[in-house]
């Protein structure tokens, strides 16, 4: 049987956090809810902590505690399968029936100049840190940042204390500039959920020089599955695997893996609609590319990753 998928990226909390009626166990509304989990064979999922950008500033850190808390109280109590991994080489103890839980941070807004509620984020467990979403803040521009500017002092020192800290740092959302600046920094940088801009001209997905970069510093790019960021017009599965295999083309085949970005999306790939239909994804690689191929990309290239920072 097959080790199972990692998934780098989802907002199933913040649907939870809109709406604490919903149940996490089996809720239609959550793509990655925990029925979908185990019947898409997801092993390990990256579950994003994201603020609004309506939020008001001194309201922000107040939500990224209650997002941790419904983490515990709502996804981490919904079976005891689930398993939160709060370090690196706890993935190494993960037993063969159980889904491994991973908290990350999806801009670092919320802690305005304070690293300290960043360092207080890492100890709950925070294991990868994106620094911006698509606007501004005061570590770094988005890509949605018409300035266009790279990493402030602050965007710096929280790289840094990411490196101390063994937390990745992911590139998905920042502006160019700020890419270019965490590639001199980071130790172990990531794009958790961003595809490839020569296959889909998206200012979220990278340029061939990010792609390559990345792979040069032994880093990761989840591959994500928002129909814009695939194709323009709807998507299939096989418009998915053109950014695989253009990837592949640079070098990234023991670099690459899945980001689905499962509900922060609205719009779906056909037949890759929630974590459920992770299979029929599984189904097209197997006819492309080699079994070993496959587990690299579903599982092994993440993994690999996480073995440097242990």
């Not at 398993?83 to 690196?88: F, V």
């Not at 929280?158 to 063994?166: C, E």
Request: aromatic content about 8%; hydrophobic content about 40%.
């Amino acid at each position: 049987m097959r080790a199972g998928i990692i998934d780098s990226h989802c907002d199933a909390l913040l649907k939870l956090w809109e709406q604490p009626e919903r149940n996490y166990v089996n809720s239609p509304d959550i793509d990655a809810n925990l029925e979908r989990l185990l019947a898409g064979n997801v092993r390990i999922q990256l579950f994003a902590i994201f603020v609004e950008p309506f939020i008001k500033q001194d309201q922000k850190f107040q939500v990224v505690l209650e997002q941790i808390d419904i983490f515990f109280e709502k996804v981490l109590k919904a079976s005891p399968k689930i398993k939160h991994i709060k370090r690196w080489s706890d993935l190494n103890e993960l037993k063969d029936h159980e889904l491994g839980a991973i908290l990350t941070l999806e801009g670092v807004d919320a802690i305005g100049d304070d690293v300290t509620k960043l360092s207080i984020l890492h100890q709950l467990g925070v294991l990868s840190v994106g620094l911006t979403w698509n606007q501004a803040n005061l570590c770094a521009d988005g890509v949605g940042e018409a300035r266009g500017a790279g990493l402030s002092t602050l965007g710096k020192e929280v790289v840094r204390l990411n490196n101390r800290n063994n937390v990745l740092t992911d590139v998905s959302h920042l502006s160019i500039k700020g890419f270019w600046d965490v590639m001199e920094l980071a130790i172990c940088p990531i794009a958790s959920h961003s595809n490839a801009r020569q296959i889909c001209d998206h200012p979220r997905n990278l340029y061939n020089d990010q792609i390559s970069e990345l792979i040069k510093k032994d880093g990761y790019i989840g591959l994500v599955f928002c129909p814009d960021f695939v194709t323009t017009g709807s998507a299939t599965i096989k418009d998915l695997l053109l950014h695989v295999d253009h990837m592949c083309s640079l070098g990234g085949e023991r670099h690459i893996g899945f980001g689905s970005d499962f509900d922060g999306i609205s719009e779906y790939i056909d037949r890759l609609e929630h974590s459920g239909q992770y299979q029929n994804l599984v189904e097209e690689l197997d006819k492309h590319y080699s079994t070993e191929q496959v587990q690299r990309f579903l599982y092994g290239n993440f993994k690999q990753l996480t073995k440097r920072i242990v």
